[in-house]
């Protein structure tokens, strides 16, 4: 009987599996059917495999994302494990760096800086938090596709903190740049509108929205269960979060992901960095005009010789000069920023459009480099720090110039050992 099967299915092209016997023994024991759910899927994959039947997954035939770019995207995955390790340790002690840094007498009196500061707390955490993730799995087991439950709901919870902490990060962001704007644009009102209690009310505000915002994806992403067959050919259960594409809660999740948490804030970051931007150049135009400018009839000195001097002042060029170097400053990390989050918010409005198969194939595509943008981004702001801002290297000197100190006559004097940690 089977080899008449055979036949047919070979001069006709098609095959009826409900024929098949094994099947149908299978199907009349409907008791046992919840217990023999893997003696069903060896027998499915037995018939597969005799019939050579090809299994096309989703999305395989979509042509999103396709071509020798992706190949490229594909191999920097493969090294995606140990650039993320390297950059979280960097980055989580260059962030513990600009925490001390910051928290330091003379510069957290600044509001400016308080937001520095916490922008640095959140960094510091999702690198944190990303190193056993990347170490498993990148590092430990690579490929592997038997993961167990546990795994599953740490993914999930791997998801939901990143996200929350990078979303209240780029709300930091914003109200550095919102800050600036308004110190630059309006000198006048700024100790007005620029207070302390209006600085604590941005950073809760940047730590108490994200939350919220993200409440649809703690609904949309969820633990799903599948089976897949080992090297004996015999069934497993895997478990894996993945998105539930059905309903409008899924293109809601993207929209408000995609447009009031990424592109939103870029925009607006973008429009204020070009005007950053160009009051940068107005200031280094008017420079170069007043260099030329030698007569100062109210600012000049005449010696015993009765030669005249022009007496400049150097208290406002020292002024305008800080001003420039913490614009510049904020400008790079601004842009550093828009470099970063400008590709995934794109890529998340395209997938609420497109739907689900260019999410499969694009966004999950470019997921380990946007993960590695993002990171790069939160551990670099120590070396912006450091080589535009003066007052943050001064700092930083005295800081570690005082413990290598106090650590050098601990180790000198035995009754002051306890005195130091």
């Known amino acids: 009987m089977l080899a008449s099967q055979n036949d047919t299915f070979a001069a006709n092209g098609s095959y009826n599996f409900l024929d098949d016997p094994r099947l149908i023994l299978l199907l009349k024991h409907k008791a046992n059917y919840s217990t023999n759910i893997g003696e069903v899927l060896r027998v499915l994959e037995d018939m597969r495999n005799r019939y050579n039947i090809s299994v096309v997954k989703e999305c395989e035939r979509s042509e999103y994302c396709s071509g020798e770019f992706s190949d490229l995207i594909l191999a920097y995955n493969n090294i995606h494990g140990y650039v993320s390790l390297l950059v979280c340790i960097f980055g989580s002690l260059a962030n513990a760096l600009n925490v001390a840094v910051l928290t330091r007498r003379d510069l957290a009196v600044a509001p400016i800086n308080r937001l520095l500061k916490w922008l640095a707390v959140a960094d510091v955490f999702v690198m944190i938090e990303y190193v056993p993730f990347a170490v498993y799995q990148y ?193 790079a990390v601004l842009l550093l920023f828009l470099l970063t989050e400008f590709p995934q918010g794109i890529l998340g409005l395209l997938s609420g459009v497109l739907g689900r198969c260019f999410f499969k194939r694009c966004y999950n595509l470019f997921g380990e480099l946007m993960d590695a943008l993002a990171l790069l981004n939160g551990a670099i702001n120590f070396v912006l720090y450091c080589s535009m801002s003066r007052q943050f290297r001064t700092t930083f000197g005295q800081m570690m110039r005082n413990r290598c100190g106090s650590t050098q006559r601990a180790n000198s004097h035995t009754e002051l050992q306890t005195t130091y940690v």
């Open 139 to 331: 590092l430990l087991f690579p490929g592997q596709e038997e993961r167990p439950y546990s795994w599953a709901v740490y993914m999930l919870f791997h998801m939901h903190f990143t996200q929350i902490l990078h979303t209240a990060s780029i709300f930091l962001t914003l109200s550095l740049a919102v800050w600036r704007y308004i110190a630059i644009k309006y000198p006048s009102h700024s100790p007005a509108l620029c207070t302390d209690r209006r600085c604590s009310l941005a950073i809760l505000l940047s730590f108490g929205l994200p939350p919220v915002l993200c409440i649809p994806s703690y609904f949309v992403f969820t633990i799903h269960k599948d089976f897949t067959f080992d090297k004996t050919n015999l069934p497993s259960k895997v478990y894996f979060v993945d998105s539930n594409f059905d309903g409008n809660l899924y293109q809601i999740n993207f929209w408000v992901h995609a447009v009031l948490i990424k592109l939103l804030p870029c925009v607006i970051l973008t429009v204020i960095s070009a005007w950053l931007i160009r009051a940068l150049y107005r200031a280094n135009s008017r420079k170069k005009a007043l260099k030329g400018y030698s007569a100062c009839p109210a600012n000049t000195v005449v010696n015993g010789n009765g030669n005249i001097f022009a007496k400049r002042s150097t208290k406002r060029s020292k002024a305008e000069r800080r001003t420039d170097r913490t614009t510049k400053m904020l400008v």
